[in-house]
């Protein structure tokens, strides 16, 4: 049974900073992994989707990587800013349409 | 607002009440989904249609009932439920097949069982 792990749990740094979250997986056999960020009390916004066969996808100040065979990805956020303060969830995408979801790394961007 | 479009935004039932969730998408995607986040816990995956046909109930308790009369329209039909009902419900839509697809999530119900 595929679980998706996201560390760490929760996240304050001040603005500016650029940060790593990780998001680790226990079966390799994925078809695209995705991340989203979520705000309090609101739906998914879909912010990077990865091929299983691509290595890294960018859009903007977020670049998210991809390495299958370790089972691991990783979302840098460059130059955070307080408007990025949200939980970010990872979602791995498996063969018939499953989307496992991690618990989510709550950032917080202290002005 | 998304591509994906749900209503009510807010719900309160009492135990004895019926009630119906819809979703909406524009995206032209011909899968659509639900999902329960739940506090603390995981977002998980309820029932799956493609193409309007049920594909996956992930053994949801039968007081949830979903309805997809078309690829664009996804309800849940609420009956009898349970305290720990209370959550957000998110309808999500995505190409049903091919190498591209990703899924686009609606801003959700949050749903409080009284």
């Known amino acids: 049974k595929q679980e998706v792990t996201q560390i760490p749990a929760a996240l304050s740094v001040p603005e500016g900073e650029n940060l790593v979250l990780n998001c680790s997986f226990t079966?390799?056999?994925?078809?695209?992994l995705q991340w989203f960020r979520q705000d309090p009390g609101k739906g998914l916004t879909s912010l990077l989707l990865?091929?299983?066969?691509?290595r890294e996808q960018t859009s903007g100040r977020l670049n998210a990587s991809l390495d299958k065979s370790s089972g691991r990805s990783t979302l840098y956020i460059a130059a955070s800013q307080p408007g990025d303060s949200a939980t970010y969830l990872c979602?791995?995408?498996?063969?018939?349409?499953?989307?496992?979801f991690g618990q989510g790394t709550r950032l917080t961007i202290n002005p | 607002e998304t591509g994906v479009t749900q209503t009510p935004r807010h719900l309160v039932m009492g135990m004895t009440n019926k009630k119906s969730l819809k979703c909406e998408q524009h995206?032209?995607?011909?899968?659509m989904y639900w999902y329960k986040q739940s506090a603390k816990k995981p977002l998980e995956l309820m029932f799956v249609?493609?193409?309007?046909?049920?594909?996956e109930n992930n053994s949801v308790p039968s007081r949830f009932s979903p309805e997809c009369p078309n690829s664009s329209h996804l309800f849940l039909h609420l009956h009898t439920l349970q305290p720990e009902d209370s959550a957000l419900y998110l309808c999500?839509?995505?190409?049903?097949?091919?190498?591209?697809?990703?899924?686009?999530f609606g801003s959700g119900t949050r749903l409080t069982v009284v």
């Open positions: 999500a839509s995505s190409q049903a097949r091919g190498p591209h697809y990703g899924y686009t």
């Open positions: 079966d390799s056999a994925i078809y695209n």
């Open positions: 990865i091929q299983s066969s691509q």
């Open positions: 979602a791995v995408i498996q063969g018939a349409q499953k989307l496992v």
């Open positions: 995206l032209g995607h011909n899968a």
């Open positions: 249609y493609n193409f309007k046909e049920q594909t």
